[in-house]
């Protein structure tokens, strides 16, 4: 005897089935793609220290390390890009750049011309921070959120 599906159940399976056949989500420029083949992750970095300091030699802080935890999980080294906000996102919205860091928060100005990571931390102020990434490259948008998620999780457990 067969039994039914329940709603609830059905419903997920269709959507499932759905996504999936719709190949979502996806990455339009190809970010994820371009990144597994060049083992390279492209990020700009604007000083706002703590979360970045690019005083030295290489980029250090809260964000560049993130996101060189990030490149490693996808098997890739960072290339370091400096510059001003403006023109870090400019960079990105060109796609000569994968991921903008410098202490954004959630309701930073760029949201309409950039990707906006979901909060991977809350300062003391009470400011959710967030990364950059290029407006719907939403595969990559969807690993970096994974990732930060991750890594909240872990923060967390270990304080």
């Known amino acids: 005897m067969r039994r039914a599906l329940r709603p609830s159940t059905a419903l997920i399976l269709g959507s499932s089935i759905l996504a ?3 190949g979502l989500p996806r990455d339009p420029e190809k970010t994820s793609e371009r990144i597994a083949s060049a083992h390279e992750l ?15 030699a290489v980029p250090r802080g809260i964000e ?19 510059g001003s906000e403006t023109t870090l996102v400019q960079a990105l919205k060109h796609h000569e750049l994968d991921l903008v860091i410098g202490g954004f928060d959630k309701k930073t100005q760029w949201s309409s011309a950039a ?6 931390t809350r300062d003391a102020d009470g400011k959710k921070h967030v990364m950059l990434a290029a407006a719907g490259e939403n595969r990559f948008i969807l690993a970096l959120d994974r990732f930060l998620t991750a890594e909240k999780r872990r923060s967390e457990a270990s304080a």
Do not use: K
Request: proline share 9%; aromatic share 10%; glycine share 10%.
């Open 20 to 22: 999936a056949s719709c």
């Open 42 to 56: 492209r990020v700009g970095v604007s000083a706002n220290p703590p979360w970045t300091d690019d005083s030295g």
């Open 64 to 82: 560049p390390d993130l996101a060189r935890r990030f490149a490693a999980t996808m098997g890739a080294h960072v290339a370091w890009t400096r």
């Open 115 to 120: 990707g906006v990571s979901q909060p991977f």
